[in-house]
T-cell receptor
Framework: EPEVTQTPSHQVTQMGQEVILRCVPI?????FYWYRQILGQKVEFLVS????????KSEIFDDQFSVERPDGSNFTLKIRSTKLEDSAMYFC????????????FGSGTQLSVL | SQQGEEDPQALSIQEGENATMNCSYK?????LQWYRQNSGRGLVHLIL?????REKHSGRLRVTLDTSKKSSSLLITASRAADTASYFC??????????FGQGTELSVKP
């Protein structure tokens, strides 16, 4: 069964450093998402992306965050200058259709900011 | 907030028993979805119920939706130890976002 893959599974970085989290969505999917989950808390929406544009973003997704689909397969989340509070599990998801159809999630990247 | 809120936060049952989890939300929705998350893993979609549906079944799962009460329930029948996981409801609204609740942590003891 096709799946969303995320790399790396765990990223450790120093505060103030830039990180790029990588995702390969399911190949025929058109809609892409990033969510994050701070340990023990709920899964929070960050951003949705369609047709090479951001469709929606949350208040968490400030100027420190950016997303890109650099080629036909990858979807990346960049955090320019990481803060301690950015430590979380980051999940990428994709869907074939928009409009709130079911999302397929990757296994996540655990980001630890020291 | 329009996000779903699950109840209870934690549920512990014996294998073979049924597990019922509830979700409430605040705004009008297009659909409501339930996801499962095993510890440290990604979320897996279980079932989607649209705003014009009242009940839906998938295997041992039964979901109901009451839009007048802005609530949904997920019933897992004949639970197994492998059902141990966190269960989240998520609501999609016209804003274009799928928003998750806090989740119910289900523990099924063998």
């Amino acid at each position: 069964e096709p799946e969303v893959t995320q790399t790396p599974s765990h990223q450790v970085t120093q505060m103030g450093q830039e990180v790029i989290l990588r995702c390969v969505p399911i190949s025929n999917h058109l809609y892409f998402y990033w969510y994050r989950q701070i340990l023990g808390q709920k899964v929070e929406f960050l951003v949705s992306f369609y047709n090479n544009e951001i469709s929606e973003k949350s208040e968490i997704f400030d100027d420190q965050f950016s997303v890109e689909r650099p080629d036909g397969s990858n979807f990346t989340l960049k955090i320019r200058s990481t803060k301690l509070e950015d430590s979380a599990m980051y999940f990428c998801a994709s869907s074939l259709q928009g409009g709130g159809e079911k999302l397929f999630f990757g296994s996540g990247t655990q980001l630890s900011v020291l | 907030s329009q996000q779903g809120e699950e109840d209870p936060q934690a549920l512990s049952i014996q294998e073979g028993e049924n597990a019922t989890m509830n979700c409430s939300y605040k705004t009008s929705i297009n659909n409501l979805q339930w996801y499962r998350q095993n510890s440290g893993r990604g979320l897996v979609h279980l079932i989607l119920i649209r705003s014009n549906e009242r009940e839906k079944h998938s295997g041992r799962l039964r979901v109901t939706l009451d839009t007048s009460k802005k609530s949904s329930s997920l019933l897992i029948t004949a639970s197994r130890a492998a059902d141990t996981a966190s269960y989240f409801c998520a609501v999609y609204n016209q804003g274009g976002k799928l928003i998750f609740g806090q989740g119910t942590e289900l523990s099924v003891k063998p």
